[in-house]
């Protein structure tokens, strides 16, 4: 089956073509337009502007997912579109936009949760990952941790009581004089500073542990982050300047993301003793960190737990993970009718979700249901 899908949640809009056939995927193309540089003006995403550039940009980029797939519009089966959650006018425009598209294609229209897309990334290169397992999603808006024993059975054990992961590398990243989105360049800082570590300097800094002191699995990323702001203010006032020599920027990246890791390790190791799981997934921007990975991966190393993380580029938001959800969505029955709508939050994306399955559990999965 040829699934055509688009991701347009935050700021970047993106489509792609992928051929999935018993749960086997191909990634036929894999368009992504970047909105960082227009966004990275103001240092951080403004929504307006965000749906503007979507606008701008949707038609091309699904052209050139296409164009770059080698097929014509009608060896589509499928349309998958993120519909929640996210920034709503960014999520109107590519749900307007797959609408038309499967309507005049004459297909199904399958609305894929965004968070849950992160997680199907992981099936685009480990294809015998199957429930039940346990996932992290880290990103820009979400520190979340599921039980997934569905490819459509997601129960969240655990997530942030306050600002997301990627929130928190993006603040400390401004702090430091990085530009937005701080993450991928913090991760670079902290690396500058562990080989540093290697050669035998010991870091000064220490800082709050996000992993909530309780029996939770709930993590809390606002006191971590104040502290590290505190600290970038007195090292300033301390040594009577704006900017801090590089070192010293070096040592407190490398201390946070030892925290941010060795913190969200904790949740995990007893996340994955309660639930017995033998996968974890991570996925989600900040999944893509370096650091990160190395921990995690140990920590399953040693349990002898799967891991599963996408490459990097599959971490960030594309579409080729909407296509994987969506082919399970379509599996499971799951189609959306002419009327879809966006949805901002995880409560309406769970709400709307829930509705649609209930319409269509009698439906084949294959049989187009323009209007329920
Ligand atoms: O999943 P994503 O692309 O968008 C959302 O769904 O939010 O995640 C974006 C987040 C940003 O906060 C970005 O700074 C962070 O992921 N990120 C990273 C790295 N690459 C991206 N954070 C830490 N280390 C990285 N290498
Ligand atoms: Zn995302």
Redesign the pocket.
Known sequence: MIIFAMESS?DETAAAVVSAENDRFRVLSDIVSSQVPIHALYGGVVPEIASRAHCEAVTNVARQAADQAGISLSDIDAVAVTFAPGLIGSLLVGVSFAKSLAYVLNVPLVPVD?IRG?VAAAYIEHADIKPPYLALVV???HTSLYHVTGHNRFEEIGGSRDDAC??A??KVGRVLGLPY????A??RLAAEWYEEEAKGRKNGYSFPSPAVADDSFDFSFSGLKTAVINTVHNEKQKRKTDVLPDDVRREIAGAFTRTVAEGIGKKLIAALQATGADTLVMA???A???HLRRTVGEICRRRKVRFAVPSLRLC??NAVMIAAAGYYSLLDGVRADSSLNACASDEGSAQVLASLKKHTENCSPYENHSDL
């Open positions: 935050c965004h992160h990103s820009g808006g990627g929130e590398f993006d989105p701080g993450g991928a913090m991760d989600g921007g900040v893509a960190n370096s960030g938001d």
